[in-house]
């Protein structure tokens, strides 16, 4: 059972850092056009996935909050945003496009595992024309920037309603 005491600590060592974009207005807005390019030719659910996927892996409860919010909103199933955590063994969940895309987040995402193996790229390449392709890469990059943004200045979750950003 959680003390009063407990909550109380717990909020200090988690309170919101810094207001980012406030202080660095020309970087967000830059950010904002950044990823809205970034989306262009992807499905959006897709992209969704790819955006939950990589702020799992970074720890990243606000964009977990933001994206959750956006794919329930675009149309995704509560099952499959559930299971994203566990992809390797819920992959009939997934298509085998979508899974060359989380598999392809993954390996982008964590580079502390070396560089991104030919086979996940190769098997990426195989679902996406170059263009898309080229497109998912940029969507990646832009939700791990995101994602260090949140998770350096403690963006705090629960207060996003879908529509709010750029």
């Known amino acids: 059972m959680t003390t ?3 909550t109380v600590e717990y909020a200090a060592e988690h309170a919101p850092r810094l207001e980012w974009a ?10 904002i056009r950044l990823d809205a390019a970034a989306r262009r030719g992807l499905d959006p659910k897709l992209g969704e996935l790819v955006k939950i996927r990589a702020s799992q892996l970074n720890h990243c409860a606000f964009c977990l909050d933001m994206h959750t919010k956006d794919a329930l909103a675009a ?36 580079l502390t595992d070396g560089f991104v193996p030919d086979e996940v790229y190769e098997r990426a390449a195989e679902h996406f024309e170059e263009a898309e392709l080229a497109q998912l890469i940029a969507a990646i990059t832009v939700i791990n ?3 260090r943004f949140g998770v350096t200045c ?8 879908p529509g709010q950003h750029g």
């Open 4 to 6: 009063a005491e407990e």
């Open 22 to 31: 406030k202080h660095a207005p020309e970087v967000y807005k830059a950010m």
């Open 75 to 110: 149309g995704e199933t509560v099952e499959r945003i559930v299971q994203l955590g566990a992809w390797e063994e819920s992959r009939h969940f997934y298509t085998e496009k979508e899974l060359a895309a989380i598999e392809l987040t993954e390996a982008v995402t964590v």
């Open 145 to 147: 920037a995101w994602n």
């Open 154 to 161: 403690r963006l705090a979750p629960g207060h996003y309603q």
